[in-house]
């Protein structure tokens, strides 16, 4: 089955860039009906979207990240990656990657939307120290 | 955009029938379906409930969601103590184009 990996430093200095990449394997990253997205969790707290990546190769981000912020990938490698750039401490917080199912046939043959993440990363702990 | 409101806590005992509440947007759950997560401590989330009511294969059926308006609703019966752990909702926002989450509802089985 597809699995997700996410690898980076874990260590970050202040004001400099973040740099992640997610790999994929067990599937094809260019298989329709899904996106790719990055999921983020600081110390304690709940989850935050950061952004995704989708099947056309267009991308949104989380408006309060979006000036820093860049999602990409690379078919060839069957990766995507993130970069967020002039990093503080309040990027320090587990770095997830997930896959988004977009929708689904029901057994009438109706498609229905859901966005859902049905395959997430182990997470990768990031770290932004001066 | 703000986040989807959840209560941060709730608990039950075993047996016990717990409902946990979602409350959205009209961009947000009001727009588009609820998707549920269930993440134990140290792990990454989990899938749960899809599509506001449809569980992945290997979710047992004790748990279910529903949806009415900008709500929606995770109900978890004949309670566990493997079911401790945080859960989250979160749906498509079009206003945001992306994803919004819940704060989190962290359950305890007394």
């Known amino acids: 089955q597809v699995q997700l990996q996410e690898s980076g430093p874990g260590l970050v200095k202040l004001s400099q860039t973040l740099s992640l990449t997610c790999t994929v394997s067990?599937?094809?990253?260019?298989?329709?009906?899904?996106?790719w997205t990055w999921i983020r969790q600081h110390p304690g707290k709940g989850l935050e979207w950061i952004g995704i990546m989708f099947s056309s190769g267009s991308t949104s981000y989380n408006p309060s990240l979006r000036s820093r912020l860049t999602i990409s990938v690379d078919t060839s490698k069957n990766q995507f990656s993130l970069k967020l750039s002039s990093v503080t401490a309040a990027d320090t917080a587990v770095y997830y990657c997930?896959?988004?199912?977009?929708?689904?046939?029901?057994?009438?043959?109706?498609?229905?939307?859901?966005?859902?993440?049905?395959?997430w990363g182990q997470g990768t702990t990031v770290t932004v120290s001066s | 955009q703000s986040a989807l409101t959840q209560p941060p806590s709730a608990s039950g005992t075993p047996g016990q029938r717990v409902t946990i509440s979602c409350s959205g947007s009209?961009?947000?759950?009001?727009?588009?379906?609820v998707n549920w997560y269930l993440q134990f401590p140290g792990t990454a989330p989990l899938l749960l409930i899809y599509?506001?009511?449809q569980r992945p294969s290997g979710v047992p059926d004790r748990f279910s969601g529903s949806k009415s308006g900008t709500s929606a609703s995770l109900a978890i019966s004949g309670l566990q103590s493997e079911d401790e752990g945080d859960y989250y909702c979160a749906a498509w926002d079009d206003s945001l184009k992306g994803v919004i989450f819940g704060g989190g509802t962290k359950l305890t089985v007394l």
């Open positions: 009209s961009s947000s759950i009001g727009s588009n379906t």
């Open positions: 997930a896959r988004v199912g977009v929708g689904y046939y029901d057994s009438s043959g109706s498609y229905y939307y859901y966005y859902g993440m049905d395959v």
């Open positions: 599509s506001n009511n």
């Open positions: 067990g599937g094809s990253i260019s298989i329709g009906g899904y996106y």
